[in-house]
């Protein structure tokens, strides 16, 4: 098997190749990039004669639809949407499988804040997500879409969830990257970046789809702040989340649920501090004019607080979940809960976002690689990792210690 990593320098990436590269059935593992330096670091660490190492702007469509036809599997680690969507559809046209770990169902494109996304002429922006999927299903093409953490695990995990009961009503999936609790300290809004900064606070402004008494309806990203107490693993910390649009295949390829929201977890405080920012207006794109200087208020926040909220020595992370399936069973009614507490590798230098995003991303590609998922067009992972590929999914995070903690219980 020869997989194909675009963004294989970035630290999502690279883990994903630092993961394949133990595989026996895996031959080649392609590093995509735009820099020798930056890819060529990546090599190194992943420290394997499996690694090649390719230098490409993902926008040169045509050298990029030849290297994909010496691979059967393509990995999309990239932090953006534009990005994204050229590669995908480039794939899609070179016959090439592949997964995206972005949190975006390609099917229906999120309209706002489009990160420079492409619709070709004439299209709207969800005409344009259906002619990729019917595209990949002419072409034979397995498109997996969304497999990471969120989405990714907690779609995998709430499928799973639904699948068990006779009637689910309500699915509560609450995810999160976080400092660890002492690098929380250290940072402004107890945060530390180990993804894309400027795409989290995206997340944060965007208005959202959600399932509110079967309906479907738009509402504001950060909005339907809760405080749980997270009490599993050996682990007693009080968390809090807000809605956030990471999960969106759940809106139609569930649509049956009465309640579905994604919420995205971390420390108190941090949501506090972002609602002052937007209040504040430091989150908008709109430019202002600053003594003859035009500039929008986020990118002048962008410059500010990023630099501050790089990970210092000895900042590790941490991922959590906590995710509710209601419904009945036999009558009866019943919660699901669906718990997750992971930390960073820092024996390997791989921090937790790298791994449960990552490593699920390399879960995917091998499945596809091993025929294991053949379904072609867009497919959420909902959908395809069900029934024994669900125990085969557990089992291979298990092996890298990536742990899920299943709890039913009834509910009076």
Known sequence: ??????????????????????????????????????????????????????????????????????????????????????????????????????????????????????????????EYGEWLHEQAVEKGVTFLDGIGFAPGISNITVGEGIRKLDRAVSAIARVGGIPSKAAASRHPLRYMITWAFDHVLREYMVKLNVIKDGKIVEVDATIERESFRFNQFGVDEMLECAVTPGMPSFLFTRPDLHEFAEKTVRWPGHWQGVETLKESGMLDLEPVDIEGVSIAPRDFLLKVIVPRLQPIEGDTDVCVMWNTVDGTKDGQKVRINYYLWDEADTENGISSMARVTGFSAAIGALFIGRGLISEKGIVPPEDCIGGELYDMFINELEKRSINILEVIETID
């Open 1 to 126: 098997m020869k997989v194909l990593i675009f963004g294989g320098s970035g630290k999502m990436g690279a883990a994903v190749a630092w993961d394949l590269v133990k595989e026996d059935d895996v031959d080649v593992v392609g590093l995509v990039g735009r820099h020798e330096d930056t890819l060529q670091r990546a090599k190194n660490w992943v420290n394997s004669p499996k690694v090649k190492t390719h230098i490409l702007d993902v926008a040169d469509i045509g050298p990029a639809r030849q290297l994909m036809q010496g691979y059967d599997v393509g990995v999309i680690a990239l932090p953006d949407r534009r990005t994204s969507y050229k590669i995908i559809q480039t794939a899609i046209e070179a016959g090439l499988d592949i997964v995206d770990m972005l949190e975006e169902y390609h099917r229906r494109p999120d309209p706002y804040e489009t990160e420079g996304l492409e619709v070709p002429d004439g299209m709207s922006i969800n």
